[in-house]
């Protein structure tokens, strides 16, 4: 059973910074994609960013492209999303989510194991 951690939200004023992290349980966590999503209250379920399984695929969401930046360290089973200038519309429960396929990709449908999320809140 792959479990996966999140870490790292909390509240910052809009134009400030912060970084996700995500570890993953996965024993085989280098082969897969993974990807952050995020889910503001009343809304659906947003692609952020989604990193291939050697870190040099990435994609992005429209709206974080040039300020968000996603990453990953496969020795220590860890994915992060770097957050700048962040804007009171990236107030939202972000996910972390693996794909046992091993391509980047924008579908929810794809990740098969999701974690509990982690709550960022930008203040104006």
């Known amino acids: 059973q792959v479990q996966l951690v999140e870490s790292g939200g909390g509240l910052v004023q809009a134009g400030g910074s912060l970084r996700l992290s995500c570890v993953a349980s996965a024993r085989a966590f280098s082969q897969y994609a993974m990807g952050w999503f995020r889910q503001a209250p009343g809304k659906e379920r947003e692609f952020v960013a989604a990193?291939?399984?050697?870190?040099?695929?990435?994609l992005y969401g429209d709206s974080v492209k040039g300020r968000f930046t996603i990453s990953r360290d496969n020795v220590k089973n860890t994915v992060y999303l770097q957050m700048n200038s962040l804007a009171p519309e990236d107030t939202a429960v972000y996910y972390c989510?693996?794909?046992?396929?091993?391509?980047?990709?924008?579908?929810?449908?794809?990740?098969?194991?999701w974690g509990q999320g982690t709550q960022v809140t930008v203040s104006p």
């Open positions: 990193v291939g399984w050697r870190g040099r695929s990435t």
């Open positions: 989510a693996l794909d046992v396929g091993s391509l980047p990709s924008r579908r929810t449908s794809e990740y098969e194991y």
